[in-house]
């Protein structure tokens, strides 16, 4: 937690808290040093901040000490910094709570942390929470509302988030957003990512524009995707650059997908080698393809390699390339493998490729609405530091699941209609169907975790596999 309080000037030595009293006229040592001992508990609070900003920690320790015995709570809230800078908690805890007693709003915020930090004491965090929140401190707000999210306690959260947001907190409002998306009420979710959006929260503005645009409204989606775009949010540019591709616009495209991969987004590194390769412009979609195979992105390493053995005849690093892709699963990339391998006389590692290829890479065009609950889904397990599945994985099951119930009758059950016609265990359909379904309406079941999407997963290619689809 950032700690309140302090002046601009940064401490002479490392560690202590600067006082939040700042010295009024400057008054010499000497001068406090007397008024101090005589027992003026504000010249002993004064000198300690003189002897911290002179880099004596137990000087200021000694004398803000003297002070807090007496009463003075910036004494006792200085004490807690600098017991809490130092390791000491015990004795942090006892001067937070000193000052938090009388009504310091500070003191019990970082109290109720210390608490939640060391002992895990959630009861008696939230009540000094609680103590500052209604005092008026928007910190303490904020991290009630989260700790009211961690205890399940729904009602609380909404209302603290709700307050804060009002009062001005963008981080509640978008976590607003999502505590509706996740309960399923996509009005409440745009309502508040609007609202944090407008602000300038720039996750909010992204993942409203990806709402928009997966129930076909572009012209908005555009609005708010280029909000996050001046932001700086990488996602974003990736999506604007979409828009504008998709409208012919393939210079502004270019643009943004550039800006993403300068970012070091790797769908913006591999889109922007695209877009570069569209336009002619074969040394940087070269640049990008090869920045994007290196960090594992099956599509550009195999157009890496393309551009390898056709511009340069670099018939060695075409088959590096080939083959990282093929690895993943690339089809394209093992046919131009194996043809590579059969001309340079490895015929028998050609064939061993052919006989036992990888799982195919999925590699077909998201649908917008896929991507955008692929991604929410992601971001809301990610947002209160849950483990999450990778977006794709989710888009493959999504996607693979329209594939595949591409020829089913109308009035067929689904699961039935598979398991019958891929040979599938009914019970692994119907997972893969489920999970289908919470990531299409949320609210419904909690999200996947990353073990249930791996073996979803499984099925969803078994069922390609059977069922002879890509």
């Known amino acids: 937690m950032t700690l309140v309080g302090a002046t601009e000037t940064a401490p002479a030595w490392s560690g202590v808290p600067v006082p939040r009293v700042p010295e009024a006229g400057g008054s010499a040592e000497t001068y406090l040093l007397a008024r101090a001992r005589e027992g003026d508990p504000d010249a002993a609070h004064r000198l300690g901040r003189l002897y911290a900003e002179h880099g004596d920690r137990w000087a200021a320790r000694h004398w803000w000490e003297r002070a807090a015995r007496t009463g003075h709570v910036d004494?006792?809230?200085?004490?807690?910094?600098?017991?809490?800078?130092?390791?000491?908690?015990?004795?942090?805890?006892?001067?937070?709570?000193?000052?938090?007693?009388?009504?310091?709003?500070?003191?019990?915020?970082?109290?109720?942390?210390?608490?939640?930090?060391?002992?895990?004491?959630?009861?008696?965090?939230?009540?000094?929470?609680?103590?500052?929140?209604?005092?008026?401190?928007?910190?303490?707000?904020?991290?009630?509302?989260?700790?009211?999210?961690?205890?399940?306690?729904?009602?609380?959260?909404?209302?603290?988030?709700?307050?804060?947001?009002?009062?001005?907190?963008?981080?509640?409002?978008?976590?607003?957003?999502?505590?509706?998306?996740?309960?399923?009420?996509?009005?409440?979710?745009?309502?508040?990512?609007?609202?944090?959006?407008r602000g300038g929260h720039a996750e909010a503005a992204y993942h409203l524009g990806l709402i928009l645009h997966a129930t076909g409204d572009e012209g908005d989606a555009e609005t708010f995707f280029r909000l996050a775009v001046r932001a700086g949010h990488a996602g974003a540019a990736v999506r604007l650059g979409g828009l504008t591709q998709a409208r012919g616009d393939l210079r502004t495209a270019r643009a943004c997908f550039e800006r993403a991969a300068h970012a070091g987004h790797r769908e913006g590194l591999r889109m922007a080698g695209l877009a570069c390769a569209e336009l002619g412009d074969r040394m940087a979609a070269g640049h990008w393809f090869g920045r994007a195979a290196a960090d594992g992105d099956p599509e550009s390493a195999y157009r890496f390699g393309l551009l390898l053995v056709t511009e340069q005849n670099d018939v060695k690093g075409g088959q590096h390339w080939f083959r990282q892709a093929a690895a993943r699963g690339h089809l394209g990339a093992a046919a131009e493998l194996c043809t590579l391998l059969s001309l340079t006389g490895r015929s028998a590692q050609a064939e061993q490729w052919l006989l036992d290829p990888p799982p195919p890479y999925w590699d077909r065009v998201p649908e917008p609405e896929h991507l955008a609950r692929a991604e929410l889904a992601v971001a809301a397990a990610r947002r209160r530091g849950d483990a999450a599945a990778d977006?794709?994985?989710?888009?493959?099951?999504?996607?693979?699941?329209?594939?595949?119930?591409?020829?089913?009758?109308?009035?067929?059950?689904?699961?039935?209609?598979?398991?019958?016609?891929?040979?599938?265990?009914?019970?692994?359909?119907?997972?893969?169907?489920?999970?289908?379904?919470?990531?299409?309406?949320?609210?419904t079941a909690p999200w996947p975790a990353p073990a249930e999407v791996e073996h979803v997963l499984g099925t969803a290619r078994e069922l390609r596999a059977r069922l002879c689809l890509r």
């Open 75 to 197: 004494s006792a809230y200085n004490l807690g910094l600098w017991h809490r800078r130092h390791g000491t908690v015990t004795a942090a805890i006892h001067w937070f709570e000193v000052a938090a007693g009388t009504g310091d709003i500070e003191a019990a915020t970082n109290l109720a942390a210390l608490l939640l930090e060391r002992d895990g004491d959630g009861r008696a965090a939230r009540h000094w929470f609680e103590r500052a929140a209604e005092g008026g401190s928007r910190d303490a707000g904020r991290l009630l509302a989260l700790l009211c999210e961690d205890q399940g306690d729904g009602t609380g959260a909404r209302r603290w988030h709700f307050r804060v947001a009002l009062d001005g907190d963008l981080r509640s409002a978008h976590d607003l957003g999502f505590l509706g998306y996740a309960s399923g009420d996509e009005d409440e979710a745009r309502h508040w990512w609007e609202f944090a959006a």
């Open 391 to 443: 977006p794709s994985d989710l888009v493959e099951i999504l996607g693979t699941w329209d594939l595949a119930t591409r020829e089913m009758p109308t009035t067929a059950d689904p699961v039935r209609w598979l398991t019958e016609a891929s040979g599938v265990h009914g019970t692994a359909v119907e997972h893969l169907g489920s999970v289908r379904a919470t990531l299409l309406r949320p609210g």
